[in-house]
């Protein structure tokens, strides 16, 4: 969705936040595995900045985020990688493949089950650098789906295209990502620490 349109959201509801994913703990852990759950109406859903820089939310208006993209910086000769926090229930110990397809796109990478406060939600990571990410920076929707955990239908935006510029250090001599121009993340609530 337009960031014009996240704004007309944003004055109804308030974004998706870091706290809504805290005050929102997801259920106790089973013993047995968990049920598979239905895929969430994102018809509403848009972009948010975290306080947490590098960081964005993906969720609907006044909800728990479906979704945090974060940029971990790379070293001095090493690109940065792109983390995808899915908030939804994971088993300890579980590991899973998460599918990416966009844009004429598709990545499949590992995911999994880490600790972030009371819970377990799916996290896993790819270089910045890595082509498939286009899955991400194009004019299209794109879906992200993870076995059990459901398909969110996610539309990119500035904000999502912008951090993914930034973490490949692709910036003019203002710092502003070079592909797009896209305003700086700034302002939003953040995730616990440990969900970095």
């Known amino acids: 969705m337009a960031v014009a349109g ?12 870091d706290e809504a994913g805290a005050r929102g703990a997801l259920a106790e852990a089973p013993d047995a595995p968990s049920e598979p759950i239905d895929s969430p109406d994102t018809t509403a859903a848009f972009w948010a ?4 820089p590098g960081r964005l939310l993906y969720g609907n208006p006044g ?7 974060g940029c971990l910086e790379g070293g001095a000769n090493t690109p940065g990688s792109i ?13 899973a493949f ?17 600790e972030v ?8 990571e790819i270089a910045a650098d890595d082509p498939d990410l286009e899955a991400l920076t194009g004019r299209r929707p794109f879906t992200l789906t993870i076995p059990g955990a459901g398909m969110l239908t996610i539309e990119p935006d500035d904000q999502s295209r ?24 700034s302002g939003a609530p953040d995730l616990p620490a440990s969900a970095e």
């Open 6 to 17: 996240a704004a007309v959201l944003a004055s109804c509801k308030p974004p998706p936040t």
């Open 63 to 69: 909800e728990r985020p479906l979704l945090a993209l």
């Open 117 to 124: 406060g009371q819970s377990f939600v799916w996290q896993g």
């Open 49 to 52: 900045p975290s306080s947490t």
């Open 162 to 185: 912008s951090l993914i510029a930034q973490c490949r250090g692709q910036f003019d001599e203002d710092g502003v990502a070079a592909d797009n121009g896209a305003e700086e993340l």
């Open 98 to 114: 998460m599918a990416i397809v966009g844009n004429f796109h598709i990545i499949r990478m590992p995911v999994d089950a880490v």
């Open 83 to 95: 983390r995808f926090t899915r908030m939804a229930q994971a088993d300890e110990g579980a590991g």
